[in-house]
């Protein structure tokens, strides 16, 4: 089993970053992927960002070259570095896990971006 545990939201003004971490736990397979989704009021759970162990990465065409999907695979730690945010950007972040094993998610963190 594996468990994980997001940090990092918050409030932020239109134009700001911030850094959202995940911290995992458990069964680690030595091939996954990490991925970062989000969902606002009233939409659906979204891909933002995923990242493999082979060093593989991409990015929803709305976050394309704001953000940034990170790994320290030595700390089971994940990061998803937010720039130049913008109001609808703002919802709750989700960190996944997902190996040929298991599947896990986090308890997600908000991010709300205004002014």
């Known amino acids: 089993q594996v468990q994980l545990v997001e940090s990092g939201g918050g409030l932020v003004q239109p134009g700001g970053s911030l850094r959202l971490s995940c911290a995992a736990s458990?069964?680690?397979?030595?091939?996954?992927?990490i991925a970062w989704y989000r969902q606002a009021p009233g939409n659906q759970r979204e891909l933002v960002a995923a990242?493999?162990?082979?060093?593989?990465?991409m990015y929803a065409d709305s976050v394309k070259g704001r953000f940034t999907i990170s790994r320290d695979n030595a700390k089971k730690t994940a990061f998803l570095q937010m720039n130049s945010l913008k109001p609808e950007d703002t919802a709750v972040y989700y960190c996944?896990?997902?190996?040929?094993?298991?599947?896990?998610w986090g308890q997600g963190t908000q991010v709300t971006v205004s002014s």
């Open positions: 996944n896990y997902n190996s040929s094993r298991n599947t896990a």
């Open positions: 458990g069964s680690i397979a030595t091939i996954n992927t």
């Open positions: 990242s493999t162990t082979a060093g593989y990465t």
